[in-house]
């Protein structure tokens, strides 16, 4: 069974630009969350969906924004990048996101903001 | 606030060595703690810890959590270089009405540790 894929990798964007990033979870897994992971704060929650419904936000400014599709993809965009963005973001999957389950994760999408 | 810490931050140590790396928590609603590996990107998992399951083993690498004292412990016996890595430990939240947070893990800031050949 594929895991979970991120694309893209690397990603290189200037200040004021905005990026959408793209996690695609395991097949059969409908929760997909997103964390950002930085050397100052470590792995970060930014939000979770599950059945294209957000159902959990951590404390990111409203830059900070996801979706999920039909197929349970997910995509998040930050938009006006701040050098403080840079970072690598991480999502993960699980089956219905509940705390008994385990979360699997991506590679990560390490983006730099110049 | 709901916190997790870990330490050490870093550990040297050679082959073949014993290393205990320490995870405590401060949660309302515990329910489980989780221990991930990270090497190159991806975190990978270790073990999930309960209140039913307070020990697990997986070849060198064993856990324990004392939910008295609010903490977990990740032992790695006879250490060789592919142990390098950060290893995060985690715990899901749940809200305060006794809800499950779908989906949160609070990490703790993660131990990074170097195996020397």
């Known amino acids: 069974k594929a895991g979970v894929t991120q694309t893209p990798r690397y990603l290189i964007k200037t200040r004021g630009q905005q990026v959408t990033l793209s996690c695609s979870p395991i097949?059969?897994?409908?929760?997909v969350s997103w964390y950002q992971q930085t050397p100052g704060q470590g792995l970060q929650f930014l939000f979770e969906?599950?059945?294209?419904?957000?159902?959990n936000k951590g404390n990111f400014p409203g830059r900070f924004s996801g979706r999920q599709f039909s197929n349970s993809r997910s995509e998040m965009n930050v938009s006006t990048l701040e050098l403080g963005d840079s970072a690598l973001y991480l999502c993960a999957s699980s089956f219905t996101g509940g705390w008994g389950e385990t979360q699997y994760f991506g590679p990560g999408t390490r983006l730099l903001v110049l | 606030e709901d916190k997790v810490v870990q330490s050490p931050l870093s550990l040297v140590v050679h082959e073949g060595d014993t290393v205990t790396l320490n995870c405590s928590y401060e949660?309302?609603?515990?329910?489980?703690l989780l221990w991930y590996k990270q090497e190159k990107k991806a975190p990978t998992f270790l073990f999930m810890l309960t209140s039913s399951g307070i020990e697990k083993k997986s070849g060198r690498l064993s856990s324990i959590l004392d939910k008295k004292e609010l903490f977990s412990i990740l032992n790695i016996t006879a250490t060789q270089t592919g142990d390098s890595a950060i290893y995060l430990c985690a715990v899901p939240l749940l809200t305060n009405a006794g809800g499950t947070s779908y989906g949160k893990l609070t990490f703790g800031q993660g131990t990074i540790l170097t195996v020397h050949p």
């Open positions: 949660v309302t609603n515990f329910r489980s």
């Open positions: 097949s059969g897994h409908r929760s």
């Open positions: 969906y599950f059945s294209e419904t957000q159902r």
